[in-house]
């Protein structure tokens, strides 16, 4: 920041004292204004005490064994190494990730759809916005997930239109091989913010650009995959990034439809954590699982963002780069 | 100027929400420290947890004022909810040193908690009308660090209306009950059964194996006692019945869950009985009134139920008022008057005096309960809280779930699946 903006002539003098100690404190890096500070102190103050010492303490605890009953005691690495031989570590490993793969792709087709449907100048098209919205504001809460164990239940609503359509029904939460994928639809229905995002995208797209496209014959499919994407690629990139760190975090759903089970087959990461920490009231082993799981999305992200050159466009490259 | 004073203002602003959102926390934390340090030394109050169904948070609610009106000084900070996360939270606070100072037990958890020092003694509590029985189970170590709260009992509720309506009486056997699992199939519609697959169900297992006189499964002792032959003969008894569509097919199976009115198969007429605890029975009944009555478990060599408290009060050993806490608990458990506001909303009271007084008073799921507690306690064995959550017990009742549903599931073959149940068991300590 430059210092001489900030410096306003006209400055109370106790103000101007506070900065001038400021600035020799910190050797003149100390620019932005001291209310700004304060004004952002009730956060700041939040976040170090309700997030940044938790999570300082998590570091520590993962390398001990604590109970909660019985003071945590330092054990080194064994955590690391027990997690190494722990089946049930690799198996939620395995279910998330193809949570992962499965359902962020499809929640941003989703998304992306729906967006490009509302994406048009026709009447009460905010009406349409808000009706299609609404569910995704509650979409995250415990009662759609228990809403979605009624739905594809033994009773359900899926098993009913089966039985009428002549499919033999079944209990598709009960089963190994069905139970991911209702949660993974489940991810899919969510789409309401990814979806907001896109189509805030799709309105920064100049018209200019499809209608020169028009003169020139390009057709509906050309214009999408020559105009949209590349344009919407930066929000793209925004919304697979935040849909996979929320992907490998998933537990609501988890938890409440099918709580993991049949056979483990919906063990996610996070509620295998959960299990550690408070069904077996392992918290140094859960902590250096929280850990690790932080190591995986960090690894997640950076792929993503070096991966992203070669894919994603910014407008304002062009210049750059011609 | 103006602009200067503006930003001072706004800064005084933001210093100012700052200190009402910190204060706002140290509200909270004077409240409670405020209750904790009673100026004049008569008013005090007494936190209390305990998990239950919504009657036995009304009967319990009531008792607690009713203390109050005759103790004044006393009051109560309650705090309940239902079963699910109840042990986190309070382990969570116990990790927090900030307990309440009376909280409801369970058998299941008793030992981890006696045996690290995080409960009071309650040996100076009157128990000359309490069953010895019972109050063995909330002992350690000599000592009285848990009040068992009600008689509770294993059995099995049955739907009545419909084995009557077929001419049948429950299994009293575990022939019977295998043999009636085949024979009232033909009987029923396509998706009902008599009971569903119980392969992965540890409890029921535990009461066959002990009905086969092979003692509990899990014990206290915390060593392994799942008995071979025993173990694969039940298992191969299911996948016969199994492979035959004579029970639950797996999918179903894992979807029942008991007392919820959607999902409990018994409740959905899917399944005619199942295992139950003699305490549970007015919830369960609540959900099917009048179809549903109780039954012990089937027997083999010996007796496959047992007896058991249905919950006990502890104290925080940080509580500043032990004392008061103790008082409190002895009125709860020896005296009438609370008697008969708290009914059987823990199971049948443990002060045989109390419950004769309250006998004529009970309903008819009240009888029923009594009924199958007299029923079990002529042979049944007492009961054994099994190993806690230490020395790796917590992950092995995790593994075995998994182990025996993938033999549900066809999986693995059940020879492997007592492979690594064996393997799983050298992880013990």
Known sequence: MNAQTVQTPDKAGLYKGMEAVANKTFKGRWNAPLAGYLFIAPWLLGFLILQLWPIIQSFYLSFTEYSLLEPARWIGIKNFQDIAHDRLFFNSLKVTFLYVIASVPLKLLVALAIALLLNRNIRGISFYRTIIYLPSLIGGSLAVAVLWRNIFGLNGFINQLAIWVGIAPKNWIGTPSTALGTLVLLTAWQFGSSMIIFLAGLKQIPSELYEAASVDGASPLRKFIRITLPMLSPVILFNLIMGIINAFQMFTSAFVVTNGGPVNSTEMFALFLYNKAFGSLQMGYASALAWILLVIIGIATALNFIASKYWVFYETETEGRK | ?429
């Open chain 2, 1 to 429: 100027m103006r602009k200067s004073w503006h930003r001072l203002a706004s800064g005084a602003a933001a210093v100012l929400s700052l200190s009402l959102v910190l204060s706002a926390c140290s509200g909270i934390k004077k409240e409670e420290a405020g209750s904790a340090e009673p100026a004049d030394g008569k008013s005090i109050t007494l936190r209390i947890m305990w998990w239950g169904s919504q009657a036995r948070h009304d009967a319990t609610l009531k008792a607690l004022d009713l203390y109050s009106e005759k103790n004044p000084g006393i009051t109560f900070e309650p705090e309940y909810q239902s079963f699910d996360g109840y042990q986190d939270k309070l382990s969570t606070q116990s990790a927090g040193k900030n307990t309440p100072d009376i909280f409801q037990m369970d058998a299941a958890w008793f030992n981890d908690w006696a045996s690290s020092g995080r409960l009071e003694d309650l040996s100076s509590i009157p128990t000359d009308h309490i069953d010895k029985a019972l109050l063995e189970t909330g002992t350690y170590q000599g000592k009285l660090y848990a009040m068992p709260l009600g008689n509770n009992a294993w059995g099995m509720v049955y739907n009545k209306t419909m084995m009557d309506s077929l001419g049948v009486q429950p299994p009293k056997t575990w022939d019977e009950f295998f043999a009636m699992a085949r024979d009232l199939k033909p009987k029923l519609a396509k998706d009902q059964y008599l009971t569903r697959d119980l392969t992965a169900d540890g409890a029921f297992y535990m009461s066959y194996q002990l009905s086969m006189g092979k003692g509990f499964s899990m014990s206290k002792d915390g060593k392994f006692h799942y008995d071979e032959a025993t173990w694969k003969d039940w298992m191969n008894k299911w996948a016969e019945l199994r492979k035959d569509n004579l029970v639950t097919p797996p999918d179903v199976t894992v979807s029942d869950k008991a007392q919820d009115a959607q999902m409990d198969l018994l409740i959905q007429e899917k399944i005619l009985l199942r295992g139950a605890h003699a305490a549970e029975f007015g919830g369960t009944d609540a959900l099917k009134p009048g179809v549903l009555a109780l039954t012990t478990q089937p027997r083999g060599t010996q007796a496959g139920g047992w007896l058991k408290a249905s919950m006990y009060w502890s104290v925080s050993p940080n509580s500043q008022y032990k004392e008061e806490a103790k008082k409190f608990i002895d009125w709860f458990v020896n005296s009438e008057e609370a008697g008969e506001i708290l009914g059987t909303s823990r199971g049948i009271p443990v002060n045989k005096t109390v419950a004769d007084a309250l006998q004529p008073k009970f309903t008819d799921v009240d009888k029923s309960a009594l009924g199958l507690i007299n029923e079990v306690s002529k042979d049944g064995a007492a009961f054994d809280p099994g190993p806690g959550n230490k020395g790796g017990w917590a992950n092995f009742t995790k593994e075995y779930d998994n182990i025996t549903q993938s033999i549900m599931f066809g999986k693995i073959s059940i020879d492997e699946g007592w492979d690594q149940i064996v393997k799983l068991s050298k992880t013990l300590e």
